[in-house]
Protein backbone atom coordinates (compact mmCIF):
# COMPACT_ATOMS: atom_id res chain seq x y z
CA UNK A 1 0.00 0.00 0.00
CA UNK A 2 1.35 3.56 -0.90
CA UNK A 3 1.24 5.56 1.71
CA UNK A 4 1.56 9.83 1.60
CA UNK A 5 3.01 11.53 5.03
CA UNK A 6 2.19 14.41 6.12
CA UNK A 7 3.00 17.24 8.55
CA UNK A 8 0.26 20.10 9.41
CA UNK A 9 -2.47 18.40 9.35
CA UNK A 10 -5.04 19.78 10.87
CA UNK A 11 -3.78 23.09 10.05
CA UNK A 12 -5.19 25.86 8.28
CA UNK A 13 -3.69 24.66 4.58
CA UNK A 14 -2.70 21.33 5.55
CA UNK A 15 -6.10 20.43 6.47
CA UNK A 16 -7.47 21.68 2.91
CA UNK A 17 -4.95 20.24 0.85
CA UNK A 18 -5.04 16.81 2.29
CA UNK A 19 -8.11 15.66 0.40
CA UNK A 20 -7.10 16.80 -2.93
CA UNK A 21 -3.66 14.37 -2.57
CA UNK A 22 -6.17 11.57 -1.74
CA UNK A 23 -8.36 12.48 -4.45
CA UNK A 24 -5.36 12.11 -7.03
CA UNK A 25 -3.93 9.12 -5.49
CA UNK A 26 -6.72 6.91 -5.12
CA UNK A 27 -4.09 3.99 -4.17
CA UNK A 28 -2.66 5.90 -1.47
CA UNK A 29 -3.04 5.68 2.27
CA UNK A 30 -2.25 9.13 4.06
CA UNK A 31 -0.09 9.14 7.24
CA UNK A 32 -0.55 12.36 9.22
CA UNK A 33 1.81 13.15 12.14
CA UNK A 34 -0.12 14.94 14.83
CA UNK A 35 0.90 16.62 17.73
CA UNK A 36 -1.00 14.89 20.74
CA UNK A 37 -2.51 17.68 21.96
CA UNK A 38 -4.51 18.55 18.80
CA UNK A 39 -5.03 14.53 18.63
CA UNK A 40 -8.55 15.13 19.29
CA UNK A 41 -8.89 17.86 16.90
CA UNK A 42 -7.05 15.71 14.35
CA UNK A 43 -9.23 13.07 14.56
CA UNK A 44 -12.71 15.38 14.58
CA UNK A 45 -11.38 17.17 11.15
CA UNK A 46 -10.45 13.35 9.50
CA UNK A 47 -14.30 12.13 10.21
CA UNK A 48 -15.73 14.98 8.84
CA UNK A 49 -13.28 14.98 5.94
CA UNK A 50 -14.54 11.41 5.58
CA UNK A 51 -17.78 12.16 5.76
CA UNK A 52 -17.64 15.74 3.40
CA UNK A 53 -15.89 13.35 0.95
CA UNK A 54 -16.36 9.26 0.46
CA UNK A 55 -13.98 8.71 -1.52
CA UNK A 56 -10.93 9.65 0.92
CA UNK A 57 -13.04 7.58 4.18
CA UNK A 58 -10.54 4.84 6.09
CA UNK A 59 -7.49 6.91 4.25
CA UNK A 60 -6.56 8.73 6.98
CA UNK A 61 -4.29 7.63 9.88
CA UNK A 62 -3.51 10.03 12.65
CA UNK A 63 0.05 8.79 14.43
CA UNK A 64 1.55 10.89 17.26
CA UNK A 65 4.26 12.03 17.47
CA UNK A 66 6.76 15.12 17.51
CA UNK A 67 7.94 17.34 14.51
CA UNK A 68 11.19 18.81 17.08
CA UNK A 69 12.56 14.97 17.91
CA UNK A 70 14.58 12.60 15.91
CA UNK A 71 12.61 10.16 13.70
CA UNK A 72 9.55 12.62 14.37
CA UNK A 73 8.71 10.71 18.16
CA UNK A 74 7.31 8.06 16.37
CA UNK A 75 6.37 4.72 18.01
CA UNK A 76 8.04 1.27 16.19
CA UNK A 77 5.34 0.80 13.76
CA UNK A 78 3.97 4.14 13.45
CA UNK A 79 4.76 4.25 9.61
CA UNK A 80 6.18 1.81 7.01
CA UNK A 81 8.71 3.83 5.15
CA UNK A 82 8.89 1.24 2.44
CA UNK A 83 5.35 2.63 1.74
CA UNK A 84 6.15 5.73 1.66
CA UNK A 85 5.93 7.62 -1.50
CA UNK A 86 5.17 11.67 -1.06
CA UNK A 87 5.72 13.86 1.84
CA UNK A 88 4.13 17.16 1.91
CA UNK A 89 5.49 19.10 5.04
CA UNK A 90 3.28 21.77 5.89
CA UNK A 91 4.15 21.91 9.45
CA UNK A 92 5.66 25.05 10.91
CA UNK A 93 5.36 27.74 13.49
CA UNK A 94 3.45 30.74 12.11
CA UNK A 95 3.43 33.44 14.45
CA UNK A 96 5.82 37.13 13.78
CA UNK A 97 6.43 37.34 17.24
CA UNK A 98 8.04 33.97 17.97
CA UNK A 99 11.02 33.73 20.05
CA UNK A 100 13.94 32.44 18.18
CA UNK A 101 14.59 28.92 20.85
CA UNK A 102 11.33 27.62 19.18
CA UNK A 103 11.23 29.11 15.92
CA UNK A 104 14.29 27.31 15.43
CA UNK A 105 13.25 23.83 16.87
CA UNK A 106 9.77 23.42 14.85
CA UNK A 107 10.77 25.41 11.99
CA UNK A 108 14.29 24.49 11.11
CA UNK A 109 15.51 21.75 13.34
CA UNK A 110 11.46 19.86 12.34
CA UNK A 111 12.46 20.32 8.60
CA UNK A 112 15.82 18.47 9.30
CA UNK A 113 13.92 15.43 10.53
CA UNK A 114 11.50 15.41 8.01
CA UNK A 115 14.39 15.18 5.36
CA UNK A 116 15.72 12.30 7.29
CA UNK A 117 13.04 10.64 7.24
CA UNK A 118 12.94 11.70 3.49
CA UNK A 119 16.30 10.01 2.74
CA UNK A 120 15.09 6.42 4.39
CA UNK A 121 12.34 5.98 2.23
CA UNK A 122 13.40 4.11 -0.95
CA UNK A 123 9.64 4.86 -2.57
CA UNK A 124 9.47 8.67 -2.74
CA UNK A 125 8.37 10.21 -5.57
CA UNK A 126 8.84 13.83 -4.32
CA UNK A 127 9.04 16.04 -1.09
CA UNK A 128 6.58 18.77 -0.95
CA UNK A 129 8.18 21.61 1.20
CA UNK A 130 5.78 24.48 1.90
CA UNK A 131 7.90 27.34 2.64
CA UNK A 132 6.97 31.04 2.55
CA UNK A 133 7.86 34.06 -0.38
CA UNK A 134 9.05 36.00 3.50
CA UNK A 135 12.22 34.05 2.71
CA UNK A 136 13.19 37.20 0.94
CA UNK A 137 13.26 39.09 4.55
CA UNK A 138 13.81 43.06 3.79
CA UNK A 139 15.24 42.50 0.23
CA UNK A 140 14.44 45.33 -2.09
CA UNK A 141 13.38 44.58 -5.25
CA UNK A 142 12.35 41.90 -7.55
CA UNK A 143 12.94 38.42 -5.94
CA UNK A 144 13.33 35.48 -7.88
CA UNK A 145 11.73 31.90 -6.99
CA UNK A 146 15.49 30.52 -7.48
CA UNK A 147 16.17 33.44 -5.19
CA UNK A 148 17.17 31.94 -1.87
CA UNK A 149 20.45 33.00 -0.53
CA UNK A 150 20.56 36.85 -1.01
CA UNK A 151 22.00 38.79 2.05
CA UNK A 152 18.61 39.69 3.22
CA UNK A 153 18.25 40.67 6.74
CA UNK A 154 14.86 39.34 8.47
CA UNK A 155 12.05 41.18 10.36
CA UNK A 156 11.10 38.07 12.48
CA UNK A 157 12.45 35.00 13.66
CA UNK A 158 9.78 33.45 11.58
CA UNK A 159 11.12 35.14 8.31
CA UNK A 160 14.99 33.84 9.50
CA UNK A 161 13.42 30.60 10.56
CA UNK A 162 11.71 29.31 7.45
CA UNK A 163 14.73 30.57 5.23
CA UNK A 164 17.27 28.23 7.24
CA UNK A 165 14.96 25.51 6.89
CA UNK A 166 14.66 25.91 2.89
CA UNK A 167 18.49 26.31 3.29
CA UNK A 168 18.64 22.92 4.27
CA UNK A 169 16.03 21.55 1.92
CA UNK A 170 17.73 22.86 -0.70
CA UNK A 171 20.65 21.62 0.01
CA UNK A 172 19.49 18.21 -0.09
CA UNK A 173 17.78 19.14 -3.35
CA UNK A 174 21.56 19.22 -4.88
CA UNK A 175 21.89 16.22 -3.28
CA UNK A 176 19.43 14.49 -5.30
CA UNK A 177 16.44 14.49 -3.75
CA UNK A 178 13.35 14.55 -5.29
CA UNK A 179 11.42 17.60 -4.34
CA UNK A 180 9.06 20.76 -4.49
CA UNK A 181 8.98 24.16 -2.91
CA UNK A 182 5.91 26.33 -2.56
CA UNK A 183 5.98 29.65 -1.55
CA UNK A 184 2.65 31.51 -0.65
CA UNK A 185 2.37 35.24 0.16
CA UNK A 186 0.54 36.39 2.67
CA UNK A 187 -2.73 33.62 2.90
CA UNK A 188 -5.55 34.65 3.89
CA UNK A 189 -9.55 33.01 3.66
CA UNK A 190 -10.90 31.24 1.09
CA UNK A 191 -12.24 33.54 -2.54
CA UNK A 192 -15.67 31.80 -1.75
CA UNK A 193 -16.55 31.84 1.58
CA UNK A 194 -14.26 33.94 3.20
CA UNK A 195 -13.85 31.37 5.77
CA UNK A 196 -10.61 31.12 8.18
CA UNK A 197 -9.10 29.79 10.81
CA UNK A 198 -6.68 32.65 12.09
CA UNK A 199 -6.91 36.01 12.18
CA UNK A 200 -3.85 38.14 11.59
CA UNK A 201 -2.05 39.75 8.71
CA UNK A 202 -4.88 42.09 6.77
CA UNK A 203 -7.46 40.84 9.27
CA UNK A 204 -5.73 43.06 12.19
CA UNK A 205 -6.86 46.12 10.43
CA UNK A 206 -10.14 44.85 9.06
CA UNK A 207 -11.00 43.94 13.19
CA UNK A 208 -9.69 47.65 13.59
CA UNK A 209 -12.01 48.95 11.52
CA UNK A 210 -15.02 46.90 12.43
CA UNK A 211 -14.25 47.88 16.38
CA UNK A 212 -14.95 51.61 15.46
CA UNK A 213 -18.74 52.25 15.69
CA UNK A 214 -19.75 55.07 12.88
CA UNK A 215 -19.61 56.08 9.07
CA UNK A 216 -16.32 56.84 10.07
CA UNK A 217 -12.85 54.81 10.92
CA UNK A 218 -9.30 56.04 12.13
CA UNK A 219 -6.41 53.97 10.92
CA UNK A 220 -2.68 55.21 11.76
CA UNK A 221 -0.54 54.13 8.83
CA UNK A 222 2.71 54.36 8.15
CA UNK A 223 5.11 54.83 5.11
CA UNK A 224 3.91 56.42 1.75
CA UNK A 225 1.61 53.99 1.04
CA UNK A 226 2.82 52.50 -2.26
CA UNK A 227 4.55 49.14 -0.92
CA UNK A 228 2.93 46.70 -2.07
CA UNK A 229 0.64 43.85 0.08
CA UNK A 230 0.67 40.39 -1.53
CA UNK A 231 -2.64 39.18 -0.76
CA UNK A 232 -3.34 35.67 -1.71
CA UNK A 233 -6.55 33.56 -0.56
CA UNK A 234 -6.30 29.94 0.94
CA UNK A 235 -8.33 28.12 -1.83
CA UNK A 236 -6.13 29.48 -4.31
CA UNK A 237 -3.01 28.19 -2.41
CA UNK A 238 -4.55 24.70 -1.87
CA UNK A 239 -5.59 24.57 -5.68
CA UNK A 240 -2.46 25.87 -7.17
CA UNK A 241 -0.24 23.03 -4.46
CA UNK A 242 -2.96 20.44 -5.70
CA UNK A 243 -2.13 20.92 -9.42
CA UNK A 244 1.35 22.01 -9.37
CA UNK A 245 2.00 18.37 -6.82
CA UNK A 246 1.33 16.50 -9.77
CA UNK A 247 3.27 18.02 -12.43
CA UNK A 248 6.43 15.89 -13.31
CA UNK A 249 7.80 18.92 -14.54
CA UNK A 250 7.55 20.31 -11.07
CA UNK A 251 10.30 18.36 -9.67
CA UNK A 252 12.99 20.57 -8.95
CA UNK A 253 11.20 24.02 -8.88
CA UNK A 254 10.04 26.73 -6.50
CA UNK A 255 6.94 27.88 -6.98
CA UNK A 256 6.24 31.97 -5.32
CA UNK A 257 2.12 31.38 -4.66
CA UNK A 258 2.14 35.13 -4.80
CA UNK A 259 -0.42 37.82 -6.42
CA UNK A 260 1.49 38.86 -10.08
CA UNK A 261 -0.62 42.32 -9.69
CA UNK A 262 -0.63 42.42 -5.88
CA UNK A 263 -2.33 46.23 -4.33
CA UNK A 264 -0.08 49.36 -3.16
CA UNK A 265 -1.42 50.03 0.70
CA UNK A 266 -3.74 52.89 -0.73
CA UNK A 267 -5.89 50.61 -2.70
CA UNK A 268 -5.55 47.84 -0.78
CA UNK A 269 -7.27 50.81 2.03
CA UNK A 270 -9.91 51.84 -0.63
CA UNK A 271 -10.90 48.26 -1.40
CA UNK A 272 -11.64 47.45 2.97
CA UNK A 273 -13.09 50.66 3.41
CA UNK A 274 -15.86 49.85 0.83
CA UNK A 275 -15.48 46.47 2.01
CA UNK A 276 -16.12 47.79 5.86
CA UNK A 277 -18.71 50.28 4.83
CA UNK A 278 -17.11 53.03 6.69
CA UNK A 279 -14.62 55.88 5.08
CA UNK A 280 -10.89 56.13 6.98
CA UNK A 281 -9.20 58.65 8.05
CA UNK A 282 -5.51 58.32 7.85
CA UNK A 283 -3.20 59.14 10.68
CA UNK A 284 0.18 59.25 9.22
CA UNK A 285 3.17 57.86 11.20
CA UNK A 286 7.02 57.11 10.56
CA UNK A 287 7.28 53.61 11.24
CA UNK A 288 9.92 53.46 14.39
CA UNK A 289 7.42 55.99 16.04
CA UNK A 290 4.40 53.54 15.32
CA UNK A 291 6.24 50.44 16.39
CA UNK A 292 7.69 52.41 19.66
CA UNK A 293 3.95 53.20 20.24
CA UNK A 294 2.61 50.10 20.31
CA UNK A 295 5.29 48.08 22.51
CA UNK A 296 6.10 50.80 24.70
CA UNK A 297 3.15 52.80 25.42
CA UNK A 298 0.49 51.64 27.95
CA UNK A 299 -2.57 51.03 26.38
CA UNK A 300 -1.82 51.34 23.03
CA UNK A 301 -1.74 47.54 22.13
CA UNK A 302 -4.93 46.99 23.90
CA UNK A 303 -6.71 49.82 21.81
CA UNK A 304 -5.45 48.44 18.83
CA UNK A 305 -4.79 45.16 18.72
CA UNK A 306 -2.35 45.18 15.99
CA UNK A 307 0.87 43.66 16.74
CA UNK A 308 3.90 46.14 15.86
CA UNK A 309 5.85 43.06 13.94
CA UNK A 310 2.78 43.17 11.01
CA UNK A 311 3.58 47.07 10.48
CA UNK A 312 6.53 45.51 8.82
CA UNK A 313 4.39 44.09 5.78
CA UNK A 314 2.68 47.50 5.17
CA UNK A 315 6.33 49.21 4.06
CA UNK A 316 7.96 46.10 2.64
CA UNK A 317 10.02 46.89 -0.56
CA UNK A 318 9.97 43.28 -2.39
CA UNK A 319 8.38 42.32 -5.17
CA UNK A 320 7.68 38.79 -6.09
CA UNK A 321 8.26 37.06 -9.36
CA UNK A 322 6.17 34.01 -10.16
CA UNK A 323 7.01 32.81 -13.71
CA UNK A 324 7.59 29.37 -12.43
CA UNK A 325 3.75 29.16 -10.94
CA UNK A 326 1.97 30.94 -13.60
CA UNK A 327 3.77 29.17 -16.17
CA UNK A 328 2.65 25.59 -14.79
CA UNK A 329 -0.91 26.80 -13.97
CA UNK A 330 -1.42 28.05 -17.32
CA UNK A 331 -4.38 25.70 -18.76
CA UNK A 332 -5.14 24.77 -15.29
CA UNK A 333 -7.98 27.38 -14.68
CA UNK A 334 -6.44 28.32 -11.51
CA UNK A 335 -5.43 31.92 -11.03
CA UNK A 336 -4.56 34.22 -7.82
CA UNK A 337 -8.13 36.38 -7.67
CA UNK A 338 -7.67 40.05 -7.49
CA UNK A 339 -8.42 41.41 -3.17
CA UNK A 340 -10.85 43.17 -4.61
CA UNK A 341 -12.79 40.40 -5.92
CA UNK A 342 -13.60 39.00 -2.51
CA UNK A 343 -11.94 41.65 0.28
CA UNK A 344 -15.77 41.86 1.20
CA UNK A 345 -16.16 37.80 2.13
CA UNK A 346 -13.45 38.17 4.65
CA UNK A 347 -14.93 41.15 6.21
CA UNK A 348 -18.02 39.17 6.50
CA UNK A 349 -16.73 35.99 7.76
CA UNK A 350 -14.64 38.09 10.35
CA UNK A 351 -17.47 40.14 11.39
CA UNK A 352 -19.61 37.13 12.08
CA UNK A 353 -16.50 35.13 13.79
CA UNK A 354 -15.47 37.05 16.50
CA UNK A 355 -14.43 33.85 18.14
CA UNK A 356 -11.75 33.16 15.89
CA UNK A 357 -8.62 34.66 16.89
CA UNK A 358 -5.25 35.39 15.53
CA UNK A 359 -3.56 32.81 17.87
CA UNK A 360 -0.91 29.88 15.64
CA UNK A 361 -0.93 26.58 16.37
CA UNK A 362 2.02 25.24 18.16
Given at each position: MAAVFFTGFPG???GALLPRVLERRPEATAVCLVQPRFAALARRRAEALAAARPAVAGRIRLVEGD???PGLGLAPGDLAVADVVEIFHLAAVYDLSV????AMKVNVEGTVHVLELAADCPRLERLHHVSTCYVSGRHPGPFGEDDLEKGQAFANFYEETKYLAEVEV?????AGLPATIYRPAITVGDSATGETQKLDGPYFVIQWLLRQRGPVAILPTVGDLTAEVNVVPRDFVISAIAHLAGLEQSRGKTYQLADPAPLQVAPLLEVLSR????RIVR??????????????VPGVYPLLRIPSGALD??????????????ADLAGSGIACPSFASYADRLVAFARAHPEVTSAAMT
Open positions: FLGLTRPREPRARMRAVGKIPLRLGVARWAIERYFVLRTRYDTRNAL
